[in-house]
C-alpha cells in the first residue's frame, strides 16, 4: 500500500514536472502574442474615470477567464475532432482583428475634434452623460480583443503539446491560461495606475517622492498615447500574422522575401529580421481595409434589399 501510494506520488511529480517544462515552452512561444495582448488591453480600457479603472480592469479580466473557459475546451475538442477547423476559425478571428484597427484609424480621421474652449466642454458634458455607455462600450470590445488574442494563444500552446497525452494538455493549457491571464492584467492594472501613483507621490513631503510623482504624471499620458499607437499596430501584425500563417502562398512568399533579403551585406539579418513583422502588418493592413469596403458595402445595400 505504501509502496503504491509512492508511485502515485512519483507518478503526480513526474506529470507535475512535465506540465512545468512545457508550460514554460509554451510561455516562451505565446510570449509575442502576449506582448500585443498588454498593449492593446491597457489600450481598450484608457479613457475611463480614474475611480472605475480597476473595476474596468477587473470586468475585462472576468471575461478573458471567460473566453479562456470556452477557448480552452473548444479547442481541445476541435483538435481531436476536426483540427482542419482551427485555421480558419483563427482566419476569421484575424480578419476581425484588422478590421477593428482600421475602424479605430478611420474613426481617428473622422472624429470631431473641438475647436473652442466651449465646444470642449460641450463635448465633455456629452461625454460624462454617456459614461457608463462608454465603458460598457470598452469592456465590450476589450473582451472581444481577448477572445481573438487568447484563441491564438492557446492554439499556439496546443501545438507546443501536441505529441503529448490529452491530461497533459489539459494541465498545461489551462496553467498558461491562468498564468497569462493574472499576469496581463495585473500589469493592465498598474498601467492604469500610474498616473495616481504620481499623484500620490508629487503630495507626500519628500522633495525626491514629489520629482518622481511629477515625472510619473508627466510619463502616464505619454504611456496611454504610445499605448493607444501600439494597441493599433498589435491589432494588424496579430491579424495579418494569423492570416499569413494561414494562407500557403503568403507565408512561402514572406520566407522566400526573408532568404533574399538576407542576402544584402552587412544590413541583411537585420532587414531579414523586420520583414515578417512589415509582412504582417502590410497584409493586416490590406485585410482590414477589404473588410471594411466589404461591411461597408453589406450595411449600404441590406437596408434596400430588406425593403424590396
Given at each position: 500500500?505504501?509502496?503504491?501510494?509512492?508511485?502515485?506520488?512519483?507518478?503526480?511529480?513526474?506529470?507535475?514536472?512535465?506540465?512545468?517544462?512545457?508550460?514554460?515552452?509554451?510561455?516562451?512561444?505565446?510570449?509575442?502574442?502576449?506582448?500585443?495582448?498588454?498593449?492593446?488591453?491597457?489600450?481598450?480600457?484608457?479613457?475611463?474615470?480614474?475611480?472605475?479603472?480597476?473595476?474596468?480592469?477587473?470586468?475585462?479580466?472576468?471575461?478573458?477567464?471567460?473566453?479562456?473557459?470556452?477557448?480552452?475546451?473548444?479547442?481541445?475538442?476541435?483538435?481531436?475532432?476536426?483540427?482542419?477547423?482551427?485555421?480558419?476559425?483563427?482566419?476569421?478571428?484575424?480578419?476581425?482583428?484588422?478590421?477593428?484597427?482600421?475602424?479605430?484609424?478611420?474613426?481617428?480621421?473622422?472624429?470631431?475634434?473641438?475647436?473652442?474652449?466651449?465646444?470642449?466642454?460641450?463635448?465633455?458634458?456629452?461625454?460624462?452623460?454617456?459614461?457608463?455607455?462608454?465603458?460598457?462600450?470598452?469592456?465590450?470590445?476589450?473582451?472581444?480583443?481577448?477572445?481573438?488574442?487568447?484563441?491564438?494563444?492557446?492554439?499556439?500552446?496546443?501545438?507546443?503539446?501536441?505529441?503529448?497525452?490529452?491530461?497533459?494538455?489539459?494541465?498545461?493549457?489551462?496553467?498558461?491560461?491562468?498564468?497569462?491571464?493574472?499576469?496581463?492584467?495585473?500589469?493592465?492594472?498598474?498601467?492604469?495606475?500610474?498616473?495616481?501613483l504620481g499623484l500620490y507621490?508629487?503630495?507626500?513631503?519628500?522633495?525626491?517622492?514629489?520629482?518622481?510623482?511629477?515625472?510619473?504624471?508627466?510619463?502616464?499620458?505619454?504611456?496611454?498615447?504610445?499605448?493607444?499607437?501600439?494597441?493599433?499596430?498589435?491589432?494588424f501584425l496579430v491579424g495579418?500574422?494569423?492570416?499569413?500563417?494561414?494562407?500557403?502562398?503568403?507565408?512561402?512568399?514572406?520566407?522566400?522575401?526573408?532568404?533574399?533579403?538576407?542576402?544584402?551585406?552587412?544590413?541583411?539579418?537585420?532587414?531579414?529580421?523586420?520583414?515578417?513583422?512589415?509582412?504582417?502588418?502590410?497584409?493586416?493592413?490590406?485585410?482590414?481595409?477589404?473588410?471594411?469596403?466589404?461591411?461597408?458595402?453589406?450595411?449600404?445595400?441590406?437596408?434596400?434589399?430588406?425593403?424590396?
Amino acid at each position: 500500500m505504501a509502496g503504491s501510494l509512492l508511485l502515485l506520488l512519483d507518478d503526480i511529480a513526474t506529470v507535475l514536472d512535465d506540465i512545468a517544462v512545457m508550460s514554460k515552452v509554451a510561455a516562451k512561444k505565446t510570449a509575442g502574442v502576449l506582448g500585443d495582448d498588454l498593449a492593446l488591453n491597457a489600450q481598450q480600457v484608457s479613457g475611463v474615470r480614474s475611480e472605475r479603472e480597476i473595476p474596468v480592469v477587473w470586468k475585462v479580466a472576468k471575461g478573458s477567464f471567460v473566453n479562456k473557459l470556452i477557448l480552452v475546451p473548444l479547442a481541445l475538442l476541435i483538435s481531436v475532432v476536426a483540427p482542419w477547423l482551427i485555421n480558419p476559425l483563427l482566419m476569421i478571428g484575424g480578419l476581425f482583428l484588422c478590421y477593428e484597427g482600421v475602424e479605430k484609424i478611420v474613426h481617428m480621421f473622422h472624429s470631431k475634434k473641438a475647436h473652442s474652449a466651449v465646444e470642449a466642454q460641450t463635448q465633455l458634458i456629452e461625454t460624462e452623460a454617456d459614461l457608463l455607455a462608454m465603458e460598457n462600450e470598452k469592456v465590450k470590445g476589450a473582451v472581444r480583443t481577448d477572445f481573438i488574442l487568447s484563441a491564438e494563444i492557446v492554439v499556439i500552446s496546443l501545438g507546443t503539446v501536441a505529441t503529448a497525452t490529452f491530461m497533459h494538455k489539459v494541465s498545461v493549457l489551462s496553467i498558461i491560461a491562468i498564468v497569462m491571464t493574472i499576469g496581463v492584467y495585473g500589469l493592465v492594472a498598474m498601467i492604469v495606475k500610474i498616473d495616481d501613483l504620481g499623484l500620490y507621490l508629487s503630495e507626500q513631503a519628500s522633495a525626491l517622492k514629489q520629482s518622481i510623482g511629477r515625472g510619473l504624471l508627466a510619463f502616464a499620458p505619454l504611456l496611454m498615447k504610445t499605448l493607444s499607437i501600439v494597441g493599433t499596430v498589435a491589432m494588424f501584425l496579430v491579424g495579418g500574422g494569423i492570416i499569413n500563417h494561414a494562407v500557403p502562398l503568403l507565408h512561402h512568399f514572406t520566407e522566400d522575401t526573408v532568404d533574399h533579403v538576407e542576402l544584402i551585406p552587412q544590413v541583411g539579418n537585420i532587414i531579414g529580421a523586420l520583414t515578417p513583422t512589415l509582412i504582417n502588418l502590410s497584409i493586416g493592413l490590406v485585410a482590414g481595409f477589404i473588410v471594411l469596403i466589404v461591411v461597408a458595402g453589406i450595411q449600404k445595400f441590406w437596408p434596400k434589399s430588406k425593403q424590396a
